[in-house]
């Protein structure tokens, strides 16, 4: 681990499967200390499911034949899908006693959206929202993750930016958070099973597209918001760019 530039944070630069990555974290010994995680994803794409989606809303066929893992975090939510220099994941864990702590679930993780909004402000995204209010409902939100906006949530206009879930525990709470590069939505929805959403059909996504499912406009992926040249940038290279603006916004 290493210090947060100007901060009091703890860095751990966590590169593994994204099933590891969903294991239990940070270590005991570092569970009184405020901990950041910069999230890499190696080896298969995987889609995540929330803590309370049933494991059959998964194609099982479909993931097997395109080597996709089937993992389970431990905090509620819709899927998503991570891959390789796909997405910008930041973990945090933040002890009870810590000054950021708040008992308040729904104002818990704003300070954590704010980070987030600073950050991708400093790289040229203008006009961010977060999310203060409780979770945004829609037909979709139950089954794919970024399809509703909760608390502490970033938006550009009516389009998620950052994705944001919690785990609390007697000794603090652990935030994912998450901005994918591109908004993808069939990448989602091509793995559920048959019946597992209303519309449309697996077999209308499959090809790319969910044009007809309303999933297209719910979500944005930061390419889209750069400025060039960031915006040109190699997918590695873009988020290395984004993490380093995110450690510089910790507060």
Same mark, same amino acid.
């Given at each position: ?7 009091? /944070? ?15 974290? &940070? ?18 794409? $995987? ?27 431990? #905090? ?13 994941? !930041? ?16 104002? #818990?993780? /704003?300070?954590?959206?704010?980070? /987030? ?22 037909? /979709? ?14 938006? @550009? ?7 944001? $879930? ?20 069939? @990448? ?11 519309? &449309?059909? $697996?077999?209308?996504? @499959?090809?790319?597209?969910?044009? #007809? #499912? ?10 889209? !918001? ?6 040109? !940038? ?11 603006? !995110?450690?510089? $916004?910790?507060?």
């Amino acid at each position: 681990m290493t210090a947060a530039p100007g901060g009091d /944070w703890s860095i751990e630069r966590r590169a593994e499967t994204a099933r590891v990555l969903h294991q239990p974290w &940070p270590e005991r010994a570092a569970l009184e200390n405020r901990v950041v995680g910069l999230c890499a994803v190696l080896g298969p794409r $995987a889609i995540v499911l929330g803590s309370t989606q049933d494991a059959d809303v998964v194609d099982a066929h479909r993931v097997a034949r395109h080597g996709v893992d089937v993992v389970r975090r431990s #905090s509620g939510g819709g899927a998503v899908v991570v891959a390789p220099a796909a997405q910008v994941w !930041l973990e945090v864990w933040l002890p009870r006693h810590d000054p950021l702590w708040d008992d308040d679930v729904i104002a #818990s993780s /704003w300070w954590l959206g704010e980070t /987030w909004a600073r950050g991708l402000e400093g790289l040229g995204v203008p006009n961010l929202l977060v999310h203060r209010g409780r979770a945004t409902r829609t037909d /979709w939100s139950d089954m794919v993750c970024f399809a509703g906006v909760g608390p502490g949530e970033v938006t @550009s206009g009516a389009a998620k930016v950052v994705g944001i $879930a919690q785990r609390r525990t007697r000794a603090g709470a652990r935030f994912a958070s998450l901005a994918l590069l591109s908004w993808d939505p069939a @990448s989602v929805l091509s793995l559920l099973a048959p019946g597992a959403h209303r519309a &449309p059909p $697996a077999d209308d996504v @499959s090809g790319g597209t969910a044009a #007809s #499912s309303g999933l297209d406009e719910v979500a944005v992926g930061v390419r889209r !918001l750069f400025p060039p040249p960031l915006c040109d !940038l190699e997918d590695g290279a873009l988020v290395g760019a984004v993490e380093d603006a !995110l450690l510089s $916004a910790l507060p």
